[in-house]
């Protein structure tokens, strides 16, 4: 894994490009709705090692392991939270199978479903979960940790508590929030992002939001509270359901790339896509910042 040090010499470069979606490629490539991912994709790895191979085509650097929800707390429910580090290693080293020449990131998100994951009586149990996922993708050879969509403070700090009794590197995170710049829980989300940056994270933002003429602002306002490489990784808009039960999102590549080069001007410098992205959105990004 990176150090901390090894990881901000490489953000110090400039503007970085992340991967974009993997959840909704995958259901759109076979997976079925409401099932573990993290089993699935172990089962059927062709769909993952093609769209993450089509992210580093595209120009992504940066790409994140299927490991969203691979914490034993979630795994529980298809009974395998006794192979949480053996899966977590798994889905690493298929990453990095696909994606040879990129940076690979072990993929932490928020455990809201299964716990209140606000509630400080529940810290313990967080981190619990969190070291032994991380313990996973350490020993699977990670380059570095992002928490993402995460709702609570809370739960970074649970993340960063985690990283450091498990002696990780390099860590970023980024949450689910509201154009005005609020989490969903409520807090303000600049000085949560100030306070990560004093505790040591190396990279924070957003993700999961919806890209629209609103999301340039959001990472103008942010950018006033941090100095650490501001991570901008929204939707392709906003989602309809269609007859199959699939969601489609509002935004072409031409448009999402335009809206992403806003926000690069306004001072993102890690750069990606979330739901309804696919690599051809993330190549357009890429050519919109280096035409």
Known sequence: MLTKQEFRAFLAQGIHFLDGATGSNLRNAGMPKGCCTETWVLEHPEPLVALQRGYA?????????????????????????????????????????????????????????????WN?????????????????LVDGGADLLVGETLLYPQEAEAILTAAELEQAGALMFSFTMQADGSLFSG?????????????????????????????????S????????????????????INEAGIAEYNLSRDAFAEIMKQCADNG??????????TPEY????KQAIHP
């Open 120 to 136: 400080p009586d529940c810290f313990e149990l967080l981190v619990e979960n969190y070291r032994r996922q991380i313990r996973g």
């Open 187 to 219: 807090a303000d989300a600049g000085k949560v992002l100030r306070e990560l940056e004093e505790a040591g994270a190396d990279a924070v933002g957003f993700n999961c939001v919806a890209a629209d003429m609103m999301t340039p602002y959001l990472v």
């Open 221 to 240: 306002k942010l950018r006033r509270y941090t100095s650490l490489p501001l991570i901008c990784k929204p939707n392709a808009g906003i989602p309809t």
């Open 57 to 117: 085509q595209a120009g992504s650097q940066i790409i994140y392991a299927p490991t969203f929800q691979a914490q034993p707390i979630a795994l529980k429910a298809v009974g395998m939270e006794h192979q949480t580090e053996k899966i977590n290693e798994a889905l690493v080293a298929l990453s990095r199978s696909a994606a040879p020449d990129c940076l690979i990131a072990g993929d932490i998100t928020t455990l809201a479903t299964f716990c209140e994951s």
């Open 268 to 277: 993102a410098l890690l750069l990606g896509g979330c739901c309804g992205t």
């Open 282 to 285: 993330i190549a357009a990004v």
